[in-house]
Every structure is written in structure tokens, then in C-alpha cells.
């Protein structure tokens, strides 16, 4: 009868063992891949050009806010969102280059796990609108005349 209850003992402290070894490998993991590797997508909003771009148009109030700015045409704010890897943030700031790391976030060329989110009125919020690129005016714009030729006989 002892010894049933001696490896029974044993047992549950090998099961113990076991449980506080994978809790400890998993919190390391989580530590050593969110901490030392950045290994997590960044999201954040960047400006956006709504004359080429579909861009999220958001305008406050300056009843609701009192950061709103007092000139209304700085109440419209246009903007896409950038979803970025965080390891590639960090290994920009350590260049002396900074690329892809200027005055705000941007996505490099090919670069893995970056991409914008532009407007689209089915992933809207509360507030928010959809841009339409602006298209220029033709009137505004200079037109040269092929028509006429200029040739000399």
C-alpha cells in the first residue's frame, strides 16, 4: 500500500515539474518574441493624399473637442492606416540611413508584413467617411494645342 502511495507522490510531482517547466518555456517565449524579436504588427494612422488615394475623412467638432483646431479648413483630417511589422521599426531607427522610418511610419518596397488599409465604406467606424480622389479641373490646367502645326514651307 505504500508503495502505490509512494508513486503516487512521485507522480504528481513529476506532473508538477512538468506544468511549472512549460508555463516557464512558454512565458519565455512570449517574453523573448514580444520583447527581444518585436515580433507584432504596429497599426497606426498616416496621412493620405485623398487626391490619389481613398482616404478615411474624419472632422471634429470644436464643441465635442477642445484640441480642434479654431480654422475649419484644419478640422478635416484625411488618413489611411498602416499595418507594420514593430522588428522593422526598430532595425530603422538603428540605421544611419532611417528608411522607412522619416517624419511618420511608411511601408518600403517588398517589404514583408506592411501594407495600408485605404478606405472602404464597408470597414468604416463611427464618425468616419470615405475621400474620392478629387480629380483637377481641366479649365485649371494647361492644354497644349496639337492641332496646329507650325511648319514653313
Not at 507584432?40 to 474624419?58: A, G, H, K, N
Request: with cysteine.
Amino acid at each position: 500500500m505504500e508503495n502505490i502511495e509512494e508513486k503516487s507522490k512521485a507522480s504528481i510531482w513529476i506532473f508538477r515539474i512538468i506544468v511549472i517547466f512549460l508555463v516557464l518555456a512558454l512565458g519565455g517565449f512570449a517574453y523573448w518574441s514580444i520583447l527581444i524579436h518585436r515580433d507584432y504588427q504596429i497599426v497606426s494612422q498616416v496621412s493620405c493624399d485623398p487626391s490619389i488615394e481613398s482616404c478615411f475623412v474624419t472632422t471634429c467638432d470644436p464643441a465635442e473637442d477642445d484640441t480642434c483646431p479654431t480654422v475649419e479648413n484644419e478640422r478635416t483630417t484625411y488618413y489611411k492606416i498602416i499595418n507594420k511589422n514593430a522588428h522593422t521599426i526598430y532595425v530603422c531607427e538603428q540605421t544611419e540611413e532611417k528608411l522607412g522610418c522619416g517624419e511618420e511610419l511608411s511601408c518600403l518596397e517588398n517589404e514583408p508584413k506592411c501594407f495600408y488599409t485605404f478606405c472602404d465604406p464597408e470597414n468604416l467606424a463611427d464618425g468616419e467617411s470615405c475621400s474620392t480622389a478629387i480629380s483637377v479641373p481641366i479649365s485649371d490646367t494647361e492644354i497644349p494645342d496639337l492641332t496646329s502645326s507650325s511648319t514653313s514651307e
